[in-house]
Nanobody, 119 residues
Framework: QVQLVESGGGLVQAGGSLRLSCAASGRIFKINDMGWYRQAPGKQRELVAG???????NYADSVKGRFTISRDNAKKMAYLQMNSLKPEDTAVYYC?????????????WGQGTQVTVSS
C-alpha cells in the first residue's frame, strides 16, 4: 500500500514561516513528479508548487519568491518551505505524487495538513 503523509502545518502569524514535509511510503519503485496543492474554504484546490524527479520546479504566481519546493529522492520526501506567509495562504495543504509502484503507475494524495495564517 502506498501512502503520502504530510506534516508541519500549524498556526503562524503573518510574516512568519512554516516548513511542510511529505513522506512517501510503501512498495514504490520510482517517484516522478511531486507537488503541493492547497484548498481554502469555498475554493477549488490549486497547485502551489511542483517539482520533477530531476529537480525542475514551478510555482503559482501568488507564492513565487516566498515558497520553495524541494525533495529528497533517497528518503522519498518532499518539502515546502513557506516564508513571508500571508493570511490568504490559509488553507489545507496536500502533497501529491505520481509514481511507479508494485501495482503499476498512479497518482496519490496525502490527507492534508492545515496551515492557518493570522493577521
Amino acid at each position: 500500500q502506498v501512502q503520502l503523509v504530510e506534516s508541519g502545518g500549524g498556526l503562524v502569524q503573518a510574516g512568519g514561516s512554516l516548513r511542510l514535509s511529505c513522506a512517501a511510503s510503501g512498495r514504490i519503485f520510482k517517484i516522478n513528479d511531486m507537488g503541493w496543492y492547497r484548498q481554502a474554504p469555498g475554493k477549488q484546490r490549486e497547485l502551489v508548487a511542483g517539482i520533477t524527479s530531476g529537480g525542475s520546479t514551478n510555482y503559482a504566481d501568488s507564492v513565487k519568491g516566498r515558497f520553495t519546493i524541494s525533495r529528497d529522492n533517497a528518503k522519498k520526501m518532499a518539502y515546502l518551505q513557506m516564508n513571508s506567509l500571508k493570511p490568504e495562504d490559509t488553507a489545507v495543504y496536500y502533497c501529491n505524487a505520481e509514481l511507479n509502484y508494485y501495482s503499476g503507475y498512479g497518482t496519490f494524495w496525502g490527507q492534508g495538513t492545515q496551515v492557518t495564517v493570522s493577521s
